[in-house]
């Protein structure tokens, strides 16, 4: 899955799991590394107590410390970026030794440092879901509870989206209500049975 932030990649991405699929969600797997006793220590020694209370990571505190400075961030992102592709790695081969007829990788920076950690090549296809930076925008303060601008704030230190939207196989607008939503990704799901 690629797109930008706000943009209902998880939601495509369980419709095109469907019922007997299976999402690997690099966001989840994110927040299970950084709850790890060994990250948590770093993060403890890394930035303090106003993001590791008592057992608990403070995810707020923590973006706030590390989207306003890049060696924080690039720091952290080298404590948990190989976590999660080893989790990820390791659970499209679980999914496919159970036989899954489907996996979906929803992973926010799936291109980014690609050349490090080869995951786009364990992928059949890449979808982009795509919406306009002003839906999004309305999306993350309404859902995320995020200022307005964040979002751009925060996508500015990714690759383009316009690299992503044209790396990808098919494309899927996202503006509309859900029963739009299932429509387009029924067409891509038809589209990848003909394949």
């Known amino acids: 899955m690629l797109g930008g932030i706000a943009s209902g990649k998880s939601e495509v991405a369980r419709l095109l799991a469907g019922p007997d699929g299976r999402v690997l969600d690099a966001d989840r797997l994110a927040h299970a590394a950084l709850e790890e006793p060994e990250v948590r220590a770093w993060l403890r020694q890394r930035f303090g107590p106003a993001v590791v209370a008592g057992e608990r990571v403070d995810r707020a505190a923590l973006a706030a410390a590390v989207f306003s400075d890049g060696t924080a961030r690039r720091e952290l992102e080298e404590q948990v970026h190989p976590r999660v592709r080893a989790a990820l790695r390791a659970g499209v081969e679980a999914a496919r030794a159970a036989g899954v007829p489907r996996v979906v990788l929803d992973v926010p920076l799936l291109l980014e440092n690609e050349g490090e950690h080869g995951l ?4 059949d296809a890449l979808v982009f879901v795509d919406a306009d930076a002003k839906v999004r925008d309305a999306r993350a303060v309404a859902r995320r509870g995020w200022a307005s601008g964040e979002l751009e704030r925060r996508e500015a230190l990714q690759l383009p989206l316009a690299t992503k ?5 098919f494309v899927i607008r996202n503006e509309g209500d859900l029963d739009e939503l299932r429509a387009a990704v029924g067409r891509v799901l038809e589209a990848l049975a003909a394949r």
Not at 120 to 123: D, E
């Open 120 to 123: 786009p090549a364990l992928c």
């Open 165 to 169: 939207r044209d790396r990808a196989d």
